[in-house]
C-alpha cells in the first residue's frame, strides 16, 4: 500500500472522486487532509480547466487536499489517468496532516508531529504563462473562480 495526495477533481466531492471509490480499480483509504509544507503554485488551466501543481517548490501557496493509502493496482490507475509522464509526474511530496480521519498507524499519526510523504501528482509541463496565473491553496470545482471543469 502507498501513500497518495490528491488536492484537485479526486477529492472528496468533486467530479473526478467517484475513481477513488471504485474497487473494480483497486483500494483507496481515506485517512487523512493534509497541506504540502512547501509551498507549490496550484493553478486552474488548459483547455479543460483542470487543477494543476506546478513543480515550481518554494513558489505559489501550500496546497490543501486529502491523504489516501492506495493499492497498486489503483495507483497503476492513477499513473494512467493523470496522463503519467507525459502530462503530469508522480513526485514525492512532504505533508503535514491537518486531521486524521481514517486509520492511520500509531507511529504514522505521531512521527514528525504528523508530517508524512505521500506521491502525489504535479507537472514540469506546462504552459510559459501558467506560473503567473492566480495560485490557490484548496480547489473546488465549484469555486468563486468561475472557471468550469470540463471532464476528459
Known amino acids: 500500500m502507498t501513500l497518495l495526495?490528491?488536492?484537485g477533481t479526486l477529492?472528496?466531492?468533486q467530479p473526478n472522486h467517484a475513481l477513488m471509490l471504485d474497487r473494480s480499480l483497486?483500494?483507496?483509504?481515506?485517512?487523512?487532509?493534509a497541506v504540502t509544507?512547501?509551498?507549490f503554485p496550484l493553478v486552474i488551466?488548459?483547455?479543460?480547466?483542470?487543477?494543476?501543481?506546478?513543480?515550481?517548490?518554494g513558489r505559489g501557496r501550500r496546497v490543501h487536499g486529502e491523504l489516501y493509502r492506495v493499492d497498486e493496482r489503483?495507483?497503476?490507475f492513477m499513473d494512467v489517468f493523470e496522463d503519467t509522464p507525459a502530462l503530469y509526474q508522480r513526485t514525492t511530496l512532504t505533508l503535514t496532516v491537518k486531521e486524521w480521519l481514517g486509520r492511520a498507524d500509531d507511529e504514522q499519526k505521531t512521527a514528525a508531529g504528523g508530517v508524512v510523504e505521500a506521491?502525489?501528482?504535479s507537472t514540469g509541463?506546462?504552459?510559459?504563462?501558467w506560473p503567473s496565473l492566480p495560485h490557490r491553496d484548496n480547489y473546488d470545482c465549484r469555486g468563486d473562480h468561475g472557471l468550469e471543469y470540463v471532464r476528459k
Open 45 to 57: 488551466a488548459g483547455e479543460r480547466n483542470v487543477p494543476f501543481l506546478l513543480n515550481l517548490p
Open 11 to 13: 477529492k472528496r466531492g
Open 74 to 76: 489503483l495507483l497503476s
Open 5 to 7: 495526495f490528491v488536492y
Open 125 to 129: 509541463t506546462y504552459r510559459p504563462d
Open 119 to 121: 506521491f502525489g501528482y
Open 26 to 33: 483497486g483500494a483507496a483509504q481515506l485517512l487523512a487532509t
Open 37 to 39: 509544507t512547501e509551498t
